[in-house]
């Protein structure tokens, strides 16, 4: 079955350090996975997006990854502060090169400590 | 206005009755979606409109669900018969472009709450 996998348990990190959150997908293949963050009572603020022919991108204190032998999606975002608590969804595009559907995962909570 | 706006911002009504739910589009984006997110969990796609015509609504999870979009602009998602299970938050994005962009990223409004008792 076609499914997107992010980790359901929230993510504590200590203020400083580097934060890193995983998106797994099986069955797809996506032209580009896109990353977002969400605070509580709002709607997804878009970050990131990468395409399948690139490996790395990166903006500011983030830094994305794209393996499409690995079906993986890795986060990161570095010398984390407070004010990046918030829930982080990957989003692709399922038919590869389509948005007209593109589909969400359920998301990780992150959460850095002063 | 200067990004998505969406109405009301919470709604409670009884189970069976309909509501509407507003969203109201960036000035000039072209796509506009419809997504539903239960309380803990991911964006679930409803439907996306290019302009007014809706060419994909595999979404929608039942016929008491629909949606129209008039003038390139306003869009109303419609409920019918409401039942608990449809409580969650109903989102809706614009984005410039849609699918003729296959990169085109999509703006979000903050949601109408939606609880049926």
């Known amino acids: 079955s076609q499914k997107i996998e992010q980790n359901s348990e929230a993510l504590n990190i200590q203020e400083g350090k580097t934060a890193t959150l995983t998106c797994n997908y099986t069955?797809?293949?996506?032209?580009?996975l896109q990353w977002y963050r969400q605070d509580p009572g709002r709607g997804p603020v878009f970050l990131l997006l990468?395409?399948?022919?690139?490996k790395e991108k990166r903006k500011e204190r983030l830094k994305v990854t794209f393996d499409t032998t690995l079906k993986q999606s890795l986060f990161h975002i570095t010398a984390s502060q407070p004010a990046d608590s918030a829930t982080y969804l990957c989003a692709l595009d399922p038919v590869g090169g389509s948005a007209s559907k593109i589909i969400f995962g359920s998301g990780t909570r992150l959460s850095i400590r002063p | 206005g200067a990004g998505v706006s969406q109405s009301p911002s919470n709604k409670v009504t009884e189970k069976g009755k309909d509501v509407e739910l507003r969203c109201d589009p960036i000035s000039g984006h072209t796509a506009l979606y419809w997504y539903r997110q239960r309380l803990g969990q991911g964006l679930e796609f409803l439907i996306y409109?290019?302009?007014?015509?809706?060419?994909?609504k595999s979404g929608l999870p039942s016929d008491r669900f629909s949606a129209e979009r008039t003038g390139e602009s306003v869009s109303t998602l419609t409920i019918q018969r409401t039942q608990q299970e449809d409580s969650a938050v109903y989102l809706c994005a614009s984005s410039p472009v849609g699918a003729s962009s296959s990169t085109d990223t999509q703006y979000f409004g903050p949601g109408t709450r939606l609880t049926v008792l």
């Open positions: 069955n797809y293949s996506p032209a580009y």
């Open positions: 990468i395409r399948e022919n690139e």
């Open positions: 409109f290019q302009g007014n015509s809706a060419p994909d």
